[in-house]
């Protein structure tokens, strides 16, 4: 599932899942698997010759280290890693709390040569898709 304005395209890696069930279904080979689907999704049909896909993170602050979950530095940041190595242009992870609020500065500075985004639930993105 991709949401997109003119602005920004979002791509899911999980759908239609109860929030409980999310964590298990954040894998490093469905993360990756999204990743390289959205790559080629973008190419062909939003015409974006080297797209660069932002990664955002599950756990708020990014996990914080560790100290409030350690599924980006276990699972998201190495299936980033993978991508990248496969010649896909993805980074992150970034923190989604605060990711697509105008505002943020240092969010926007970041992420500035970013084109498109990944999440990781179907309610997350909804509000900006929606305004």
Known sequence: MI?????????LVTTHLPIKDVPTAITKDAILEKISIFNE???????????????LALNPHAGDNGLIGTEERDIIAPAIEEAYTNKILAFGPYAADGFL???????SM????CTTTKAWHHSRPLPWATA
């Open 110 to 113: 970041a992420c500035s040569p």
């Open 41 to 55: 999704s973008l190419t062909k049909d939003f015409d974006i010759l080297k797209p660069r896909i932002a990664v």
């Open 3 to 11: 949401l997109c304005n003119d602005d920004l395209r979002i791509a």
């Open 101 to 107: 609020e105008p505002s943020n500065t240092s969010t």
